[in-house]
């Protein structure tokens, strides 16, 4: 830590961490003005009615547009509806969730995190330097890293979560654009994203892994969300987050515009992947042409 910098150590009350007392509030005070948000939660989302019947199912091509709630959609993706987060800082698993029972499969948050893995070789923590917020942690790429339930720094990047969705047969698409975001939601494969809450405006950051790779990140309103529709104008949101104390009226489906979407998944260094089905097992009965 240089003499230009100010280190935060996120409050996460396992065997790593010394804080109890007055030194969990004073950390919490700390993180707490560093992420500060005053803005409106409905400044960059509209609702929408969660219908799990609309749309056509996981792994399904498009066919024709899908009209609901006044507009028409090029994809509509059925999703089912998760009320809410395991815990606080669950988003990735509770999303997966979603996406997995899309296809029928259904894998508990235990089962999640033990093909994921945990790097727990560093409690996440972050630094306010001259070059802004820097947050010092473990792989976060290949693991979840950080304690669940009580580090708001806790993450994983998309390509540790697919492990979760290649452990059922289902393949992966790294879709970093819109260009590959609208091809496979017209084959009828879900977005899992890493986002912000509600398209909110982020701090910048930088994950350092303690395996030397370093990757862009919003500081503090970390979220993980799947996109399962679109149109010209707008993508349409899954959301397992649900009401809260930043947003007491969230819905489980909303919508919001295509330049606000891509500004914030470059945030995250454009992180995001499509799920699609099981590729088809080829016929070992069929003869070879030629």
Not at 66 to 82: E, F, L, N, S, T
Not at 145 to 160: Q, S
Not at 220 to 231: K, Q, R, S
Request: proline share 7%; net charge negative.
């Amino acid at each position: 830590m240089t003499a230009s910098s100010t280190r935060y150590p996120v409050p996460a009350f396992s065997r790593r961490t010394l804080l109890t007392g007055a030194a969990v509030l004073a950390a919490y005070a700390q993180l707490n003005r560093a992420s500060a948000q005053s803005y409106n939660p409905w400044d960059y989302i509209e609702a929408m009615i969660a219908k799990p019947e609309i749309g056509t199912p996981a792994g399904t091509p498009m066919d024709g547009t899908v009209a609901d709630q006044g507009w028409y959609w090029d994809a509509y993706i059925q999703m089912p509806i998760k009320e809410g987060q395991d815990f606080h800082y669950t988003c990735e698993f509770d999303s997966a969730w979603i996406v997995l029972q899309s296809y029928g499969i259904d894998i508990s948050l235990d089962e999640q995190l033990a093909i994921v893995g945990k790097d727990e070789s560093l409690e996440p923590y972050y630094e306010e330097t001259a070059n802004g917020f820097e947050v010092w942690g473990g792989d976060v790429n290949n693991y979840y890293c950080g304690h669940i339930n009580e580090n708001i720094l806790a993450r994983a990047r998309c390509n540790a979560m697919r492990k979760v969705f290649e452990a059922r047969g289902l393949t992966i698409t790294v879709t970093p654009d819109r260009e590959s975001i609208q091809a496979r939601l017209l084959q009828g494969e879900p977005i899992f994203f890493k986002s912000t809450v509600d398209m909110m405006p982020w701090r910048p950051a930088v994950w350092h892994s303690n395996t030397g790779e370093d990757w862009p990140i919003v500081l503090t309103n970390d979220h993980a969300l799947i996109v399962m529709g679109f149109n010209e104008d707008e993508v349409i949101i899954r959301d397992p987050l649900g009401p809260t104390s930043t947003n007491w009226d969230r819905p489980w489906q909303w919508k919001t515009k295509w330049d606000r979407f891509l500004e914030v998944i470059a945030a995250q260094g454009n992180d995001a992947i499509a799920v699609g089905p099981p590729s088809p097992v080829p016929d070992a009965t069929a003869t070879p042409q030629g």
